[in-house]
């Protein structure tokens, strides 16, 4: 089952495909792009998944990167 990166949303579908790569489109969260989750439809998913929202959010996502806000608004 594939899910969104971005919410963990299963409205994903295949939006572009083609020889070079394909392109995924979430109706939930309206991501587009090459990666979504896939994942084993029997096991629960709610349990495993951290939006990354959350992490940027709740600063983990910085401290794990290196990146920290200042270098962000500097590029």
Same mark, same amino acid.
């Given at each position: 089952?594939?899910?969104?990166?971005?919410?963990?949303?299963?409205?994903?579908?295949?939006?572009?495909?083609?020889?070079?790569?394909?392109?995924?489109?979430?109706? @939930?969260?309206?991501?587009? $792009?090459?990666?979504?989750? +896939? %994942?084993?439809?029997?096991?629960?998913?709610?349990? !495993?998944?951290?939006?990354?929202? @959350?992490?940027?959010?709740? $600063?983990?996502?910085?401290? +794990? %990167?290196?990146?920290?806000?200042?270098?962000?608004? !500097?590029?």
């Amino acid at each position: 089952m594939r899910r969104c990166m971005i919410c963990g949303s299963e409205e994903v579908s295949l939006w572009l495909g083609g020889s070079i790569g394909s392109l995924y489109h979430c109706t @939930d969260c309206h991501y587009v $792009g090459p990666i979504v989750l +896939e %994942t084993d439809a029997q096991q629960p998913f709610a349990d !495993q998944f951290v939006s990354f929202w @959350d992490l940027v959010e709740g $600063g983990s996502f910085w401290s +794990e %990167t290196g990146i920290s806000n200042q270098m962000l608004f !500097q590029m």
